[in-house]
C-alpha cells in the first residue's frame, strides 16, 4: 500500500515536473534564437551595406565595364575585404553573384563548402524584383544545411543592377548555446526529481502511517475488539482529523458495544426476574403452596410484575416505530406549566414517599407552545420521574420554565441534587441502551431507553436538549419548545 501510494506521488510528481521544465525549454530555446536571430540579422544588415557601399564604389572607380570581369580581375584583394566585413558579424560569409546566379567570389569559406556554384534563378528573379527572400534557407542546396541570409543589389554609377550580395550565417552556435540550456535545464529537472522523492518518500510515510494504524485497527474492530487507536501526530491537518475522527469512532463504538451488553444483560433481567416471580407465584398457588388467604396479595404482585414487562416491551417497541419513521407527531398549541403541574401531580406519591423539596418555577402562568402533547407529557414524565428515582431521601427537585422571548422559544429543565452524571459518561447519557448506574443500585428497572426516547421525540421536533451535571452534587436536564402566540386552552391529559 505505501509503495503503491509512493509510486503514484513520483508518477504525478515527474509528470508535473517533465511537463513544466519541457515546456520552460522550449519556451527559453524559442526566445534564445529568436532574439540571437534578430540580433545577428541587424548586424548581417548593417554589415551588408557597408560591402555593397565599397564594392559598388571600388566597381565605379574602376575602368572595368562588365561586374563578373571586375570580380574576376580584383578577386584576391575583392575577398580579403569581404572577409573583413563578414567579421562585423560573429560566424559569417558573403557571396557575390551575377544576375545569372553564378556565384563569383565567396570569402571567407573553406573549399568545399558550397554544395554548388550557382544559386537558382528563382532566388534571383525575388531579389531583382525588390522581394524578400525567406531570411533562414539553403538558397536552393547550396548549402547543406539552412543559413540566415539577407541580400543587397549592386548597382553601376549609373544605377544599373550589375550583381547581387548574399551575407549568409551559420546557425549551428544557436543550437550549441541552446543544448547548453537544454542540458542545464535537463540536470535541473533531475536534481528537482530526486529531491521531491525524498520529500515525497517522508511525505506519503507520514500519511500513511496513520492510514495503516486505521487498516489494523479496523481488522481488529472486524473481530470485536474496539480497544486499538491510531497515534495522531497532529490535528491541524486533515490526516489528524481523520486520526481524531478514527478515534472518536472507536471509542462510541466500544461504548456501544458495551451498552449493548448492558443492554442485554438488564434487559434479560427485567425480563428474567418478574418472568421468574410470576411463575414461581402461579405455581405456589396452582400447587397449593400459597394458601387461598394469601392469593390476593401475590396475584397483586403477579399484576405489578406483568405491568412492568408490559412496559419495558412497549418502549421497545415505540423505539421501533419512531426509528422506522412510523411514528406521526400531532402539534397542537397547549400550556407547558399546565402540563408540568398535571405530572408533578401524578407523580406526588413518589415524591412524599422520599421526602423531597419540590420547587416548581414559571416565568408566566401560561406559556402556550407547539408541539405533540402526548409526546412531551412523556417526555416531562420520564425527566421528573429519574429525577425522583435519583435524588436521596429530603433531597430537592425544580423544576422551570423560562419565557425565552428573544428566542420565541420555551425553555423547560428539570434540577435535581444527588450522585450526578460522571463526566465521562455525558456524553452518553442520550445513547440507546445506556445506563450510567451500572451497578444497578439506584436504577433497579430502568432498560436504559428513557432518555433515547426523549432525545429522538426532541430531535423530531427539531429542538434541543442538553443536560449539565457535576458527579456528586447535582443533575439538570434541560430542552426548548417552539412558542406560539396564538392562545390555547388549559392543557388536559
Known amino acids: 500500500m505505501i509503495k503503491s501510494v509512493f509510486v503514484k506521488y513520483i508518477l504525478v510528481f515527474l509528470a508535473i515536473i517533465t511537463i513544466s521544465f519541457s515546456i520552460l525549454a522550449a519556451v527559453i530555446s524559442s526566445v534564445v534564437i529568436q532574439s540571437s536571430r534578430d540580433a545577428k540579422e541587424g548586424s548581417m544588415a548593417i554589415a551588408a551595406n557597408i560591402a555593397k557601399q565599397n564594392i559598388e564604389t571600388s566597381f565605379g572607380g574602376s575602368s572595368i565595364g562588365s561586374f563578373a570581369e571586375f570580380a574576376e580581375s ?36 573553406p573549399p568545399g563548402y558550397l554544395k554548388k556554384d550557382d544559386i537558382s534563378g528563382e532566388i534571383i528573379s525575388v531579389v531583382l524584383n525588390r522581394n524578400k527572400i525567406d531570411r533562414f534557407q539553403t538558397l536552393s542546396g547550396v548549402f547543406s544545411e539552412r543559413h540566415l541570409v539577407t541580400e543587397r543589389l549592386l548597382e553601376s554609377e549609373t544605377g544599373e543592377v550589375c550583381g547581387v550580395i548574399f551575407f549568409c550565417s551559420v546557425s549551428a552556435y544557436e543550437y550549441s548555446f541552446v543544448s547548453q540550456i537544454i542540458t542545464t535545464i535537463v540536470i535541473s529537472c533531475f536534481s528537482v526529481l530526486v529531491a521531491a522523492m525524498v520529500i515525497i518518500y517522508f511525505m506519503t510515510e507520514k500519511i500513511i502511517a496513520p492510514v495503516r494504524a486505521m487498516s489494523k485497527a479496523a481488522k481488529s474492530f472486524a473481530l470485536g475488539r474496539f480497544d486499538a487507536r491510531v497515534p495522531a501526530t497532529s490535528n491541524k491537518d486533515e490526516i489528524g482529523e481523520l486520526a481524531a475522527a478514527f478515534n472518536n469512532m472507536a471509542a462510541a463504538l466500544a461504548v456501544h458495544e458495551e451498552t449493548q451488553r448492558t443492554f442485554l444483560s438488564n434487559v434479560s433481567h427485567d425480563l428474567g426476574t418478574p418472568m421468574t416471580s410470576i411463575g414461581g407465584f402461579v405455581d405456589g398457588i396452582l400447587d397449593g403452596t400459597i394458601p387461598p388467604e394469601e392469593h390476593k396479595q401475590y396475584l397483586h404482585i403477579v399484576s405489578a410484575e406483568t405491568k412492568r414487562l408490559s412496559r419495558l416491551v412497549s418502549s421497545l417497541f415505540y423505539i421501533t416505530r419512531l426509528q422506522a419513521g412510523e411514528t406521526k407527531f400531532n402539534k397542537t398549541n397547549f400550556d407547558i406549566c399546565e402540563m408540568a403541574r398535571e405530572a408533578i401531580i401524578f407523580l406526588e406519591q413518589k415524591i412524599n414517599e422520599k421526602n423531597l423539596e419540590l420547587e416548581f418555577v414559571c416565568d408566566d402562568d401560561n406559556i402556550t407552545v407547539c408541539a405533540d402533547s402526548d409526546a412531551v407529557r412523556r417526555i416531562l414524565d420520564n425527566l421528573i420521574g429519574n429525577a425522583i428515582k435519583f435524588t436521596p431521601e429530603k433531597g430537592l427537585i425544580k423544576i422551570n420554565i423560562a419565557n425565552a422571548d428573544k428566542e420565541k422559544k420555551a425553555h423547560v429543565s428539570v434540577y435535581n441534587t444527588g450522585t450526578g452524571i460522571p463526566a465521562d459518561d455525558l456524553p452518553f447519557v442520550f445513547d440507546r441502551f445506556y445506563k450510567s448506574d451500572r451497578s444497578r443500585g439506584l436504577d433497579k428497572t430502568g432498560a436504559g431507553l428513557g432518555l433515547f426516547i426523549v432525545k429522538t421525540i426532541i430531535d423530531a421536533h427539531e429542538e434541543k436538549i442538553w443536560v449539565a451535571s457535576e458527579f456528586g452534587k447535582y443533575c439538570e436536564f434541560s430542552f426548548t419548545l417552539q412558542k406560539t402566540q396564538e392562545t390555547s386552552g388549559k392543557y388536559r391529559s
Open 74 to 109: 580584383t578577386e584576391g584583394s575583392l575577398r580579403r575585404e569581404l572577409s573583413a566585413y563578414s567579421e562585423l558579424a560573429e560566424d559569417s560569409f558573403i557571396l557575390v553573384s551575377d544576375l545569372e546566379g553564378r556565384i563569383l567570389v565567396a570569402a571567407p569559406l
